[in-house]
Structure formats: structure tokens, C-alpha cells
T-cell receptor, first 114, second 114 residues
């Protein structure tokens, strides 16, 4: 049972444009969400997170939006840069405060073309 | 500051053998988590350790075990290897165990079971 789904395996955008990565979840107990970026041959890197008490969180070019009623979150990257090309994972936590409760999506490969 | 290191980086074993993977966290970090990444299942949580105590365990069979030493270094062991254990095993460290303590991942150990 895939509780966290990233339905787009890949996304291709032009440099300077917006990249929108989507994530859907089924478990209504999830109350904390994170996005990670992963380059080949490296481990994932934390990007940004959001608590369920918020609907938006910004950090520089990265913004995460949470729509609890739709059980949907998205990561916006504006403007996109070629260095953003990587695999992006969303993750969700259900009521716990520790990383042990994280459930990950399958990942979306983002390619930003110069 | 040195990052999370994992050894070995690549490993080839045959079915039925056992394997031990090692993780050295960032200096000062006391929490270590392990994840398995496969193309089919994505990133899945294995264990979480803090101060030599296992705090959480994922849904993996008893063949998967781990431990943490007093210097926060951690090892995970897989006994009686199966073909399906072929995966990238990632270790992550953080100062503490809460979701607000940024988790830093190592590059992973690529295990191939023949």
C-alpha cells in the first residue's frame, strides 16, 4: 500500500521557468512533510519541510504547498536552474516526532534544460 | 566538517551469505538511521538509533539487524542474503531524533546479491 505517491516519474523544464513537483498521500494521520533532493552517487539532501498546521513554507527558490483536504503537497522551484536536475523525494510523518516514522514517495526525476 | 561516511561503497555477495555495513555519522551527531532504496519500493526505513539504543524499527524481517556504538558509529547486518536484498543502503545522521533536526545522508552502500 503506497501511502505516499509521486505520480510523475519525471519532469522536464526549461531553465528559468517554474518546476512543480507533486506528491499525494492517503494517510490522514500524516502531519509533517519533507522534500529531499538526490544527485547520482550521493545520498538525499534535505530541502524543505512543512507542518500540517501550515499551508505554505518558503525557503529561497523553494516553496512547499500543502492542501490537507486534497491530501496533496507540491514543491515549486522558481526559477529552475540546471543544477536543480536531480531526483526529488517527498516524505511524510504520521504523528511521531522522529525520523523513524517517515514514509517516502518513489521520487520524481527533474531535468532542467539550459 | 566531514560528512556521513559509509563503508564499503560497493559490495557483491551471494545468496545465503551475510553482510555488515558500516556508517560513521557527522561528528557530534548522536542519531543514526538506516534506509533501503530499491527501484520497486523506493526509500524504506530500516532502523533508528540514538545513544546506542534502537528507537524505531521498520517493517523488515529479523534477518536485518543493527547496532550503534558509544562513539555513535553504527553497523547494520543482513544475514542469509536473498536476491531481493540487492539495494542501496543509506545511512543518515542528525544531532537529535526529532524531525526538526536536519538529517544528513551518506552516499550509501550498493549491495548486489547474486
Amino acid at each position: 500500500d503506497q501511502q505516499v505517491k509521486q505520480n510523475s516519474p519525471s519532469l522536464s523544464v526549461q531553465e528559468g521557468r517554474i518546476s512543480i513537483l507533486n506528491c499525494d498521500y492517503t494517510n490522514s494521520m500524516f502531519d509533517y512533510f519533507l522534500w529531499y533532493k538526490k544527485y547520482p552517487a550521493e545520498g538525499p539532501t534535505f530541502l524543505i519541510s512543512i507542518s500540517s498546521i501550515k499551508d505554505k513554507n518558503e525557503d529561497g527558490r523553494f516553496t512547499v504547498f500543502l492542501n490537507k483536504s486534497a491530501k496533496h503537497l507540491s514543491l515549486h522551484i522558481v526559477p529552475s536552474q540546471p543544477g536543480d536536475s536531480a531526483v526529488y523525494f517527498c516524505a511524510a510523518s504520521a504523528g511521531g516526532t522522529s525520523y523513524g516514522k517517515l514514509t517516502f514517495g518513489q521520487g520524481t526525476i527533474l531535468t532542467v534544460h539550459p | 566538517k566531514a560528512g556521513v561516511t559509509q563503508t564499503p561503497r560497493y559490495l557483491i555477495k551471494t545468496r545465503g551469505q551475510q553482510v555488515t555495513l558500516s556508517c560513521s555519522p557527522i561528528s557530534g551527531h548522536r542519531s543514526v538511521s538506516w534506509y533501503q532504496q530499491t527501484p520497486g519500493q523506493g526509500l524504506q526505513f530500516l532502523f533508528e538509533y540514538f545513544s546506542e539504543t534502537q528507537r524505531n524499527k521498520g517493517n523488515f524481517p529479523g534477518r536485518f539487524s543493527g547496532r550503534q556504538f558509544s562513539n555513535s558509529r553504527s553497523e547494520m547486518n543482513v544475514s542469509t542474503l536473498e536476491l531481493g536484498d540487492s539495494a542501496l543502503y543509506l545511512c543518515a545522521s542528525s544531532l537529535g531524533t526529532t524531525l526538526t533536526d536536519t538529517q544528513y545522508f551518506g552516499p550509501g552502500t550498493r549491495l548486489t546479491v547474486l
